[in-house]
């Protein structure tokens, strides 16, 4: 079962690009987590929301309930930005469901 | 460095061997979480704690079990290990339900 997608699957940009990243569900959720996988593996929490709008640096992440869709933004892309982007949808209970991620590329 | 840390970061086991993954934090977090990554599969929780002396089942806790006995410490054992459990494991904490997760560096582990 999936309960959340993302997409695109994979993305290239150009440095400096704008990227957006999508991520939807099919149900009600009570928070939604966006994380970075680097390409080593380790993997960093990015942003936690349930409504509205976070930014952290050149980060910007959205989420809309009635349309049960978040989006990831990256401002001004630099090839330090290429990792696997995922996110997690918690519906009741304690547990996260995690997408597969976007791998994104980001060339100079 | 303060965070979570794993041990082992690679192994090997025979089919039918047991182990212990061990998952230390410095970081007063109430929760603690197992993953499992597999190749086009998201992260899948194994068990987690919502605080010291408890434990719970996460989306696949078949084959696996653990252990909170210390705050710091989340333990992930394999009883009998089956070649299905070849993955890479990671161990997450948080401080409340809707915080952010601190990983560990995660343990590749095979089965064979």
């Known amino acids: 079962k999936n309960e959340v997608e993302q997409s695109p699957q994979n993305l290239t940009a150009q440095e400096g690009e704008f990227i957006t990243i999508n991520c939807s569900y099919s149900?009600?959720?009570?928070?939604l987590h966006w994380l970075q996988q680097h390409p080593g593996g380790g993997i960093v929490s990015l942003f936690m929301l349930s409504s509205g709008k976070k930014k952290h640096g050149r980060l910007i992440a959205t989420i809309n309930i009635q349309e049960k869709h978040s989006s990831l933004h990256i401002t001004a892309s630099h090839p330090r930005d290429s990792a696997v982007y995922i996110c997690?949808?918690?519906?009741?209970?304690?547990?996260?469901?995690f997408g597969t991620g976007t791998s994104l590329t980001v060339i100079p | 460095n303060a965070g979570v840390t794993q041990t082992p970061k690679f192994r090997v086991l025979k089919t039918g061997q047991s182990m212990t993954l061990l998952c230390a934090q410095d970081?007063?977090?109430?929760?603690m979480y197992w993953y499992r990554q597999d190749p086009g599969m998201g992260l899948r929780l194994i068990h987690y704690s919502v605080g010291e002396g408890t434990t719970a089942k996460g989306e696949v806790p078949d084959g696996y079990n653990v252990s909170r006995l210390k705050k710091q410490n989340f333990l992930l054992g394999l009883e009998s290990a089956a070649p299905s459990q070849t993955s890479v494991y990671f161990c997450?904490?948080?401080?409340?339900?809707?915080?952010?997760?601190?990983f560990g560096s995660g343990t590749r582990l095979t089965v064979v």
């Open positions: 997690a949808v918690r519906l009741n209970g304690n547990q996260f469901y």
């Open positions: 970081m007063n977090h109430e929760y």
């Open positions: 997450a904490s948080s401080y409340g339900m809707l915080d952010g997760y601190t």
């Open positions: 149900v009600g959720i009570s928070a």
